[in-house]
């Protein structure tokens, strides 16, 4: 293993993984080193489908060959710290390293809103982490009765694999309806009709107010004092932005997330960011849009990637379209752009 590297990639879920192939691809004259804190890393997508679909975690592995193929080095580890002046990081098992280049491709930490009983046995959130997600498909197999905090993408799409084991699932959600951040009303009703025909209870402007029991979760307690039997509490509510190693390192950040230019690079011209750690701008209207995705993070890190490489002709990224797709029960669901209450705000 060598001190110095032309391009170092801290991260490797979807981002990460794009960027080192990417740029390997383009130069293979290029040393590129890729960190990531974790030995197995999830296919996000795959991930809601861990309940029936998918048999075991382990079929659902972002696999190594690739990179190494290619010639890309592999170090199992956290990047701690970012030393602009000097070029340099070091990492929680003390190593330190030389850049030329740097990509910040931290991804994203699912959030847990603040309400008695999240530490209790039995409650999840939808990580990556091999272990969890382990864990996680052991308990929701095993579990009777299992309630869903949120009704976005991954929670329905968790509901309705779950339905395909005949469990009794709740999902709630805060807004009128599943989906609605991202769907049409008259889709989101589609999709919700096709849920209930499978067995799954949706109770809609209703919030979560606290997860009961004692050591394990026993039930959860609604906004409009009614309690629900539950084995498993899975919460998706969202995620937010690993953004602390670029705040330590002094990069300028959005409103959420790192900001970026058009070509994918922070306020430091060596260091870029890509996935769900950098912000994303509208196509549409330019504002900052959550549009936290695998396919907008490998678009993003093929550009960075192609930039960095230098090719003739700079790429730049004009915008976030938004494309969501997902089956529901045997039924496609997709969208581009803004939904129509998106627009008339």
């Known amino acids: 293993m060598k001190d110095a590297y032309d391009v170092i990639v801290v991260g490797g879920g979807a981002a990460g993984y794009t960027a080192a192939l990417t740029l390997k691809t383009l130069r293979n004259d290029l040393d590129v080193l890729l960190i990531r804190a974790d030995e197995r890393v999830q296919v996000p997508c795959a991930i809601p489908y861990l309940a029936a679909t998918l048999e075991t975690c382990d079929k659902n592995i972002l696999p190594d060959e690739p990179l190494k193929k290619l010639g890309v080095e592999i170090v199992v580890d956290e990047v701690l710290d970012i030393n602009r002046e000097a070029k340099t990081i070091e990492t929680a098992k003390g190593l330190k390293f030389r850049y030329g280049k740097l990509i910040l491709s931290t991804g994203s930490t699912p959030f847990t809103p603040p309400m008695e009983g999240t530490n209790l046995k039995g409650v999840y959130t939808i990580t990556k982490k091999w272990e969890i997600l382990q864990e996680l ?91 629900i039997p539950a084995d498993v509490v899975v919460v998706a509510v969202g995620v937010r932005p690993n953004i602390s190693l670029a705040e330590k390192a002094g990069l300028k950040i959005g409103e959420r997330s790192i900001a970026v230019d058009e070509y994918m690079r922070t306020s430091d011209p060596n260091i870029y960011a890509i996935g769900d750690c950098a912000e994303k701008r509208s196509f549409f209207i330019g504002t900052p849009t959550p549009a936290l995705l695998a396919s907008v993070a490998a678009f993003e890190a093929r550009v960075a990637a192609a930039n960095i490489a230098g090719l003739r002709l700079p790429r730049t990224v004009l915008g976030v379209v938004g494309v969501f797709l997902t089956n529901i029960g045997g039924e496609a669901f997709g969208a581009a752009g803004l939904t129509e209450s998106t627009a008339k705000r």
């Not at 949120?150 to 395909?164: H, K, P, Q, R, T």
């Not at 209870?201 to 004092?225: F, H, P, Q, R, Y």
């Open 137 to 227: 498909q052991k308990a929701v197999r095993e579990a009777k009765k299992i309630v869903i905090i949120g009704g976005g993408f991954i929670g329905v799409e968790l509901a309705d694999d779950l339905s395909n084991l005949k469990k009794d699932v709740t999902i709630v959600e805060i807004l009128p309806h599943c989906l609605l951040l991202n769907l049409d009303e008259e889709f989101a009703i589609k999709a919700e009709e096709i849920l209930k025909t499978k067995g799954v209870k949706i109770m809609t402007n209703c919030k979560v107010e606290a997860i009961l029991g004692k050591e394990k979760v026993e039930a959860v307690k609604l906004s409009d004092g009614k309690t």
